[in-house]
Nanobody, 119 residues
Framework: QVQLVESGGGLVQAGGSLRLSCAAS?????MGWFRQAPGKEREFVAS??????NHADSVKGRFTISRDSAKNTVYLQMNSLKPEDTAVYYC?????????????????WGQGTPVTVSS
């Protein structure tokens, strides 16, 4: 069992930046970030594994996922934030490196951290 604890969410103006952190209680090979806005389905944001990193088209060039393996921590640096980025952001672990964008491929989930971008 791996426990995930996210931090770093908050309120920011459009064009601003935030960095989310996710600390895992153990090592996992595939970790990802997803987000869910009110009334919408959970959507893939980014993932990282031994194969490299992947980012959703909607965040490419603005968001960057990274990890510190020694700390079992994954980060999501979010720049040039837009109001449409407003959502609860979830960290996930234990995923499949081939199906990295599917929420169902991840075994462990954090509690979520809210991000609100004001216009």
């Amino acid at each position: 069992q791996v426990q995930l604890v996210e931090s770093g969410g908050g309120l920011v103006q459009a064009g601003g930046s935030l960095r989310l952190s996710c600390a895992a209680s153990g090592s996992t090979s595939v970790m990802g970030w997803f987000r869910q806005a009110p009334g919408k389905e959970r959507e893939f944001v980014a993932s990282i594994s031994w194969r490299g990193s992947n980012h959703a088209d909607s965040v490419k060039g603005r968001f960057t996922i990274s990890r510190d393996s020694a700390k079992n921590t994954v980060y999501l640096q979010m720049n040039s934030l837009k109001p449409e980025d407003t959502a609860v952001y979830y960290c996930a672990a234990g995923g499949n490196s081939y199906y990295f964008s599917a929420p169902t491929s991840y075994e462990y989930w954090g509690q979520g951290t809210p991000v609100t971008v004001s216009s």
